[in-house]
Each structure stands twice: as C-alpha cells, then as structure tokens.
C-alpha cells in the first residue's frame, strides 16, 4: 500500500477542506482497485500489514453493503473529470453514515488517472439534525418561547412563541448571541452562575429581567439545557423562557411585580411610598429624625440614547447594585423610575447622611463596564430632605427632596443639596413667573431681538439670530435662560415658538420690501418643541413665496441623539424646502461627533466657553481650530459664537472659521435699531457691510 502523500506528487488535484483532519481518503485507478490511502484510512481498514507490492483491495469492499452499481458509477464519473458526492449507510450493530467525495485527479489537461475517494463520518452529525428536527417540530407549537443555539450560543432557531414574547422577528435574532441579547445573562453573578451550571451539566434555571423589542421590560423565567453530541461535546443550547408578567396564577410573583423593579429587583415607587409612610408613623411615635435621599443619575439618558436599554439596563442594575452596597443594612434603597433613585434612612443624624452621600457620589463615579468593550461615566445628584425638620408628612417630605436633587443638577450635577426653605421659595417663584408667562404673549411683553452674524471673510452681516425678550411689567427684563425653561416645562414653549417664527417671518418680508435682499434669521428650537410639527410656518413661507433657506433652526446638540421617527420626519421636512440646520452651543454637549454624519447638518456653533477661553487657554483653542477643521471635512460651516474682541477676531479668522457672532460686532438689538443698522451698512450695491470695531458695533 502506497501511502498518499508519496502518490500526490506531480498530480494537479483540488482536494476539498474536508480531505484535511478527520477525513479517511483513498485513491482508486480505473477499475476501482484502492493503491494509495492517507493514515487514518490505513488506520481505518487495518491495511498496515499490506505492502506496496501487493495487489489492491476494491472499492466495493471498502463500503460492504452498500450498493455497488452506485459506488462504480461515481468511480466512472470522477475518471470523465466529474465530482461527485453522496451519502451511505453502513449497516451494522450501530448504522454508520458516511459521506462519500469522488473527486477526480488530473495528471495532465482532460486526463485523469485516477479517482481520489474523500470519505467522512456524519453520523453525529446527522442524529444530531434528525433530533434537532423532531424538537423544532414539538417546540415549534408550544406557548413558551425556546431558543436553540450552538456551543457558543449563537442563536440557530426560535419558535413563534418567542416572537410574539419578545417582539423581535427573525432577522433580528437569529445570527445575534443569546447571553449578549439577554442583557441579564450577561450580569457578572448571572452569568458565572449559568456557566457554572453548563460546566456541571446541569444547564441553569432562574428568574431574570428580560428587554421587549419596545423596551418594556418583564420577569422571564428563563431555563437553559446543554444538548451533547454522542462523542459527549458540547454542541447546542435549548432555553425555554416563559413571559412572568402574566403568570397570574402565582400570587407571589403578581405581588412582587406590583412592588418591585425588575430591572434592579428594588423596590418600585409604589412599595417605597409604602415604606416611607410606615417609616415616618414610626418616627413620629418615638420621636427620631429620618432622612430621604433622592438621587438621579446624570447624563444616564445620553447612555441609554448612544447605547441602547440594554446596555442602559446594565448600568442601571450596576447602579443599584453600588448603592446598596454602599447604605446601612436597615436602609431601603428603591427605584423610583428612569434614572431616579430613593434612600430612606431610618434614625439618621445629619452627620450620618452627609457621610453615606459623600460615599454614594464616590462609588457611583467609578467607572461601569457595560460589555462588549464599552465603558462610561456618569455622577449622580442627590437632594437631602430630612423628616421632621423639614417636612411632616410623606408627600411634602418628597417634594423637598426632589427641589434640593433640582437644585443639586441645576448646580452643575455630581453634587447633593439639602432642602432648603429658599428651594420652597424659589419653586413658588418660578410657578408665579410661569403664570405671568402665560399673559405675556397676549400682552404684547415679548419682544424679538436680532443680534447679526458676520461672514468672517468678506465683514458682510449675512444672517442674524433672532432672540427672545421678554418686558416684565414688575421685575423688568427678564432673560430666556430664566423664562424659556419655565415655558418649557409648562408646555407654553409651542405657542411662544410658533409666535417667534412667524414674527420672524413678517419682519424678513418687511425687509425684503425695504433694503430689496433677504436677511437669512437662525430661530432657536427647543427640544420640547419637536413634539409637535412645523407646519404651520413651513406653509407660511410657502405662502409668502420665500425660500425655505432665509430660515435657519437652531437645535442642540441632544436632539441628535433621539431616535424618533418624528424628529428623523422633522429634519427630513427641513431638508425638502431647504431650510436650514445648525447645532447651537456645539461641544458643551454629549459632543458625538458620529451623528453628524447622520443628519444634514450646515452650521455648527462653536460655544462661547471656547471662544472666550481662545485668548488664554492652549486646550480651548486647540479644540476650536479642530472642531473648525472637522466641521469643514464633513461639509458643515461654522460660526463662533460671543466673539468680544478684536484679537478672537483675528484668531477665528486665522483658523478659517466662516461666520461670528458676538458683543464685539453687535449686541442683540431691537427691530428698530436691527433695521437702523441695515440702513446704515447698506453699500450702493445692496449687501450690507459692517465696519469692525466701527459705531454699527455699539447698538443696543
Ligand atoms: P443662544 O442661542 O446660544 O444665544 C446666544 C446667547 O449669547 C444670547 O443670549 C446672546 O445675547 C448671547 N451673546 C451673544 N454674543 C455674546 C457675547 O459676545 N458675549 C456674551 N457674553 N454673550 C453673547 P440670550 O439672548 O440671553 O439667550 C440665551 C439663550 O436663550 C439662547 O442661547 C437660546 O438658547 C435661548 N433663546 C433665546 N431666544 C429663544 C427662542 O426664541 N426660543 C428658544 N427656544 N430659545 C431661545
Ligand atoms: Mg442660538
Ligand atoms: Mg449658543
């Protein structure tokens, strides 16, 4: 017997990735007699006492019991040049199926000398498909949802039940890893806990917090098996899952989803108030103070945004997981919703609590591993409110402690504040201004102001943003960073936007009757504000016949980072009458430059913190000349916003910025000092050009 790697040499042959490893191959001449073999095929037949000399043994021997008119056939194909593959059983005491490979080998072009036999054992293989078959066939009808995944978890199979359970279609799931789509598994006890099971062939069973395909979360019970090959490895995972959200039968688990989190398994709002009060009756009766922390994570929305909920998930369950580590054992930590937390502190000093909020800011600034690599930061604001100093009664004692959180995120965030009365005042002042608010628009005590922007190349005042005023009859002027927020969160913000665009509508038409040019307006938009359409002004400027570019929006960087289909309708709305976009106070924000890319984007404005730090600060000018570059790269503009001086002037220029905005070229001016100055800079051939630094500068 020849051994083959001998034989192969000098024949063309293409042998198939399977000839390699476990694969028996032989090599038959024309009348199908066998004179070469690799290792394991000698190994296989026991041919090791055959010599080189000796004749060969056939073909149909090899195969006894399986048909020969067939084995002869493919012999015949393979020396006309032609593959040819099959399967065969082996009878015997246990069936063995083969995989038979009859792949031609040419000596020279149309010439063939013999035929190289690749045979693989599929048993397995096979058994495995045909079980595989019979369990798909009985799950395929079941109620509960079953996943099949390989021996790393990648998911090969799901039934209807698991779709309509989680929402997802195939294409989402099948392909994706099991342990990654179900965020819970990947929890570090979970998941060493379920590894620990799959080593020990027990697979696992527990209750986890499962994500539907909308985010809504629910308490699945969730059972995984190891399916094993006959060689004893390894080769599928069955999950069964069962929604827990409906399982009303169990009066434990009704209760506790009625009461708890499933996310962080705290207890929810409702079971905090619970506490709360009876905590309180227990104070009151022996007379000890008491202290509630309310605590909310800062920028955990921009996690969730970028990420996604699962990966929001993880770091919410690692949240809570560091804050009942870090509390006393008789403490209650709750999850009220979102991205807020409740501590309850029973007979606590005021020197106890600033201690634990003191710790609690520390361990929830390390850093969180969300898997896959990603990695974030966040801090958290916490307001203090202690019963009975500063509350007596469960509703009021929350409230103080949700103005000192404000008032703690209002600071800068990463910080805790105690209630304080002036908080009580402040809120009563702030309901006051919103109600004054509400009148002021009808009462004609708001004001449009228009502060110009400069094309930095040509000194040309080529656009102008128009900004807020607001008369107060009382308190005088009041600014927007004070009132829009309050028309913000009041809802009044949609009809004082809708007022201030079609202001800015009117005053463009007047000067396009007056000075014969169009002067390009930036409209600030706030967020809250894409909750309801433009088409109102959209159709507006249609109607008056003017191009949808004299409108510029002004949005912020956040509302990049919305998935909505409204906002993504907005911006396509934008785009198709051509107005504008521009991304206000650029890189004060959660700065993903990637979202750029995304949406049409035409001007970006640098923020003031920079520009008025370019003089001084290495780093800031740094971050101006490359936002400037980067900008210009993906075809956006930029304008600097609060330029105040000439050496910020030159500087900008320098770095090739295209527009400036700022107190150096002029202050925001009424309607009639803006249309003054247009007077006055108006050139004979229309355009109207500023002379810097010049008297056009002071206007106010
Ligand atoms: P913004 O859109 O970033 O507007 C620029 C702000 O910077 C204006 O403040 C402007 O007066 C000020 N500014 C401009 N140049 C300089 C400078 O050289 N130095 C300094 N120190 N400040 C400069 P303002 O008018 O108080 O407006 C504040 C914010 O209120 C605006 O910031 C904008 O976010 C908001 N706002 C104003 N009007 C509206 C409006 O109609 N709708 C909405 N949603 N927000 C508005
Ligand atoms: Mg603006
Ligand atoms: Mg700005």
Redesign the pocket.
């Known amino acids: 017997m020849v051994r083959l790697g001998r034989l192969l040499r000098g024949y063309q042959v293409d042998l198939p990735l399977s000839s390699q490893g476990d694969a028996l191959v032989v090599e038959l001449d024309r009348l199908g007699r066998v004179y070469g073999a690799n290792d394991r095929a000698i190994e296989f037949w026991h041919w090791e006492s055959l010599t080189d000399d000796q004749e060969g043994v056939h073909l149909y021997e090899l195969f006894p019991g399986v048909d020969s008119v067939c084995l002869l056939d493919a012999l015949e194909q393979s020396f006309g040049g032609i593959s040819c593959r099959f399967e065969v059983s082996l009878p015997g005491d246990t069936v063995r199926i083969l995989s038979l490979c009859f792949e031609p080998l040419r000596e020279q072009r149309d010439v063939y000398r013999a035929s190289l036999v690749v045979v693989l054992d599929v048993t397995e293989s096979r058994v495995i498909h045909a079980v595989q078959n019979q369990v798909t066939h009985v799950l395929s009808g079941a109620t509960d949802a079953f996943v099949v995944t390989d021996s790393e978890g990648v998911i090969e199979q799901v039934n209807g039940a698991y779709f309509r359970m989680t929402g997802y279609s195939a294409d989402e799931v099948i392909g994706k890893n099991l342990f990654r789509l179900h965020a819970s598994l990947s929890r570090p006890d979970v998941y060493k806990s379920v590894w620990r099971g799959i080593r020990q062939n027990q697979g696992w069973t527990g209750e986890i917090s499962n994500r539907r395909k909308n985010g809504e979360s629910y308490p699945e019970h969730f059972h995984l098996r190891v399916i094993y090959a006959p060689s004893g490895r390894c080769c599928h995972f069955v999950a069964l899952m069962a929604d827990q959200s409906d399982s009303q039968g169990m009066e434990s688990t009704t209760w506790k989803k009625a009461n708890y989190d499933w996310v962080t398994g705290l207890p929810n709002r409702q079971l905090f108030l619970e506490r709360l009060n009876q905590e309180i009756k227990k104070h009151r009766r022996i007379g000890h103070p008491l202290a509630l922390i309310l605590l909310d994570l800062d920028q955990f929305k921009e996690v969730n945004d970028t990420l996604g909920h699962m990966k929001g998930d993880v770091l919410l369950e690692e949240a809570a997981r560091r804050i009942l580590h870090g509390v006393r054992e008789t403490d209650t930590v709750a999850r009220l919703g979102g991205d807020e937390f409740a501590v309850i502190l029973p007979e606590c000093l005021l020197l106890q609590v600033q201690h634990l909020a003191h710790k609690l800011s520390e361990i929830l600034a390390q850093p969180y591993d969300l898997g896959d690599g990603d990695r974030c930061f966040i801090s958290a604001s916490m307001g203090i409110a202690l019963y009975p100093d500063n509350a007596q009664d469960l509703h009021t004692l929350v409230k103080h402690a949700d103005q000192a959180m404000y008032s703690a995120k209002a600071e800068g965030r990463n910080r805790f504040h105690y209630f304080l009365p002036a908080m009580q005042q402040e809120a009563q002042n702030k309901m006051k201004l919103t109600n004054d608010l509400r009148l002021a628009c009808q009462r004609g005590e708001l004001q449009v102001f228009y502060?110009p922007i400069l094309d930095l190349s040509s000194g040309r005042l080529k656009k102008v943003?128009?900004?807020?005023r607001w008369d107060h009859p009382q308190r005088g002027s009041v600014?927007?960073?004070v009132f829009?927020p309050l028309a913000e969160a009041s809802g009044l913000?949609h009809d004082i936007?809708n007022w201030?665009s079609f202001q800015v509508i009117t005053h463009i038409l007047r000067w396009k009757k007056r000075f014969g040019q169009i002067v390009q307006v930036s409209?600030?938009?706030?967020p809250i504000q894409f909750d309801q359409g433009d088409a109102l002004w959209l159709e507006c400027l249609k109607e008056n016949g003017l191009p949808g570019n004299c409108i510029t929006v002004?949005i912020t960087e956040g509302m990049l980072l919305k998935k909505s289909e409204r906002i993504q309708q907005t911006f396509l709305d934008y785009r198709n009458q051509g107005v504008e976009v521009s991304i206000?106070?650029f890189g004060t924000g959660f700065s993903a430059l990637s979202y750029l890319k995304q949406f049409d984007i035409d001007y970006l404005k640098i923020d003031?913190s920079f520009i008025s730090e370019i003089m001084a600060d290495e780093s800031d000018k740094a971050l101006t000349e490359a936002i400037i570059v980067m900008a210009h790269k993906l075809g956006i503009k930029t304008i600097a916003?609060?330029?105040?001086t000439r050496e910020q002037h030159d500087m900008l220029r320098r770095f090739g910025c295209d527009y400036a905005?700022?107190?150096?070229y002029a202050?925001?001016v009424s309607l009639f000092d803006f249309e003054q100055m247009l007077e006055q800079t108006q050139s004979p051939d229309g355009v109207f050009i500023f002379i810097l630094g010049g008297d056009n500068a002071r206007k106010d």
């Open positions: 502060q943003e128009a900004l807020l600014g927007p960073q829009i913000i936007g201030v409209v600030n938009r706030s002004e206000d106070d003031r916003e609060g330029v105040e905005q700022g107190f150096w202050k925001p």
